[in-house]
């Protein structure tokens, strides 16, 4: 596919990154598997509140597995916990719609992975938030395919595991609003949005979709709410330039505006 | 249409999302616009998920009671710097204890 931007045509090879100095190598990996760790264990409250939702534990798992991506695996249990199955079409679309950005990053990520197959299909599963971010914040092209490959592998071996050891948390539980689960997502959202509320546009695009979706939550059948809010992206994104953030890029396996989940 | 079909077809619409920026020619997706809109899309969805898991209740109807102090508590945890898991384990304490003793 595309080369790198200001490599030499050194990326016919595969991903292991062996011209990589050892101390160099080391340092990648290390930081590849501490963000998988930070966020990798996030998988438990997945895993609990998707079976407190009424999801069995081997669908909370699929999620993890084959959707593998927070946001959208939290607001899919999420709408179907409150507007039960016939909200479907609803919680699949904002799973899609939160999934878009991951798509985005893709276009990133497939410049210096060189990538084609069945390897493209499995770089594409693993490009999250934190695979990206670790990718392109490293300096060499190699350093940014271990870094990527890694920390993908990382995210997605520590969040199934802990989405199974949550699940099964989950079902061990009672009552589901007894033990508060439900304050518990609400609190996962809180924190999801939080981090992206770094710019003006970004606080009026949430105010205006909280607004939304309290005067349509009465009205409208369960996850449409959630649908129609996506407005406020199209009406703050299209009025104007400026005031928004800037463009994507990595640091220490974090990208501005990203959540602390896959 | 079962919540097994529902989950498969919302995940591979998640893998196909993700190929689609392998795929996809940059150009088609490089407009100032359109970046500002797909920037500001995930906090609009999780803007309005935040009101609906935190203010509706049964039949779309708006309920104040344990999870609004309990997010009241991880907005504070949030100022505070606190992780991920503190924040959702603290919420659902906050909103157990709060049922506990008969309120919300």
Redesign the interface.
């Given at each position: 596919?595309s080369d790198a931007p200001g490599e030499q045509g050194s990326n016919s090879e595969g991903a292991t990154g062996s011209a990589l100095p050892t101390d160099r190598r080391r340092e990648v990996i290390r930081q590849a598997w501490s963000v998988g760790i930070a966020s990798g264990?996030?998988g438990?409250?997945f895993g609990a509140l998707a079976v407190a939702a009424?999801?069995s534990l081997w669908?909370s798992q699929?999620?993890s597995?084959?959707?593998?991506?927070g946001?959208?695996q939290?607001?899919?249990v999420?709408?179907?916990g409150?507007g039960g199955?016939s909200a479907?079409?609803a919680?699949?679309a904002?799973?899609?719609?939160?999934?878009?950005?991951?798509?985005?990053?893709?276009?990133q990520?497939?410049r210096f992975l060189g990538?084609t197959g069945i390897r493209?299909?499995v770089?594409?599963?693993l490009?999250i938030d934190e695979s990206t971010a670790v990718g392109i914040a490293q300096p060499e092209l190699r350093a940014q395919r271990l870094g990527f490959w890694q920390t993908g592998l990382a995210v997605f071996v520590l969040w199934n595991l802990s989405t199974l050891a949550g699940a099964l948390l989950g079902n061990a539980f009672g009552d589901p609003?007894?033990?508060?689960?439900?304050?518990?997502?609400?609190?996962?959202?809180?924190?999801?949005?939080?981090p992206?509320?770094r710019s003006r546009?970004?606080t009026a695009?949430?105010?205006?979709?909280?607004f939304?979706?309290?005067v349509t939550?009465?009205?409208?059948?369960?996850g449409v709410?959630?649908i129609?809010?996506?407005?406020?992206?199209?009406v703050?994104?299209?009025r104007r330039?400026g005031r928004?953030?800037g463009?994507l890029e990595g640091a220490d396996g974090t990208l501005p505006?990203s959540?602390?989940?896959p | 249409?079962?919540?097994?079909?529902?989950?498969?077809?919302?995940?591979?619409?998640?893998?196909l999302?993700?190929?689609?920026?392998?795929l996809?020619p940059?150009t088609l997706?490089a407009g100032?616009?359109t970046?500002?809109?797909?920037?500001?899309?995930?906090?609009?969805?999780?803007?309005?998920?935040?009101?609906?898991?935190?203010?509706?209740g049964p039949g779309?109807?708006?309920v104040l009671d344990?999870?609004i102090a309990?997010?009241g508590?991880?907005?504070v945890l949030?100022l505070l710097r606190a992780n991920?898991?503190v924040?959702?384990?603290?919420?659902?304490?906050?909103?157990?204890?709060l049922?506990?003793i008969g309120w919300g």
């Open positions: 596919m264990t996030y438990i409250s009424g999801l669908q699929l999620l597995v084959l959707m593998f991506t946001g959208s939290f607001a899919f999420s709408i179907i409150t199955l479907a079409p919680a699949i904002t799973a899609s719609m939160l999934g878009i950005r991951n798509g985005l990053y893709g276009l990520t497939s990538v493209r299909v770089a594409a599963q490009t609003r007894t033990l508060g689960l439900d304050a518990a997502a609400a609190a996962a959202f809180v924190a999801l949005l939080w992206r509320l546009d970004a695009t949430a105010v205006l979709a909280m939304i979706a309290l939550s009465p009205v409208l059948p369960a709410p959630v129609l809010a996506a407005v406020a992206a199209l703050v994104g299209l330039p928004h953030e463009p505006g959540d602390p989940t | 249409m079962t919540l097994w079909v529902a989950v498969v077809v919302a995940s591979v619409a998640s893998l999302i993700k190929l689609a920026g392998y996809v940059e997706l100032e616009r970046s500002r809109v797909t920037t500001l899309l995930p906090v609009a969805l999780l803007a309005a998920l935040v009101v609906v898991q935190t203010v509706v779309g109807s708006i344990a999870r309990a997010v508590v991880a907005v949030l991920f898991l924040i959702v384990l603290a919420a659902g304490a906050t909103a157990a204890l049922r506990a």
